[in-house]
């Protein structure tokens, strides 16, 4: 664990060097006040959304299903948040259509579409299964 925290740090420190050197490419100034409105959005915002869904969650989706719905909303959300700066168009150079030549929103519904595909797929296997239990009955022992 010591090795890993000192790998962390080392990489850590090379990046706040890399910002603070290159203060033409990183604009340190820009990526202080990011940093500070992506810690005030995740407390502020994303934190009590998570408990609020979480919470309706826990009362409006079965049990049996619950956790394939809550796996579908970690990873939509993660894919979302990753794909952020793409899909609204932040970094492009204006007249160079080759710097952002991908529809990202539309690529994004698509992987989305994909991961609450595989969540039904998964939610209708574990129905038929437990319908397919509950008509043979219990296994009769010796």
């Known amino acids: 664990m010591a090795l890993t925290a000192l790998g962390g740090l080392a990489a850590l420190g090379y990046g706040i060097d890399g910002l603070l050197s290159e203060t033409r490419a990183t604009n340190p100034h820009n990526s202080l006040r990011w940093l500070i409105a992506g810690v005030l959005a995740h407390d ?8 609020l869904v979480g919470l309706l969650l826990s009362r409006a989706v079965p ?8 796996g579908a909303l970690i990873v939509s959300g993660s894919v979302a948040a990753a794909s952020l700066p793409l899909w609204r168009g932040y970094g492009g150079t204006p007249g160079n259509a080759t710097v952002d030549a991908l529809p990202y929103g539309r690529n994004l519904l698509i992987v989305l579409g994909a991961v609450w595909a595989a969540a039904t797929v998964i939610m209708v296997f574990r129905r038929r299964r437990s319908r397919r239990s509950r008509r043979t009955g219990p296994a ?3």
């Open 44 to 51: 502020v915002l994303l934190v009590p959304a998570v408990a």
């Open 63 to 70: 049990g049996p299903y619950r956790a394939v719905v809550q």
């Open 140 to 142: 009769r022992g010796m």
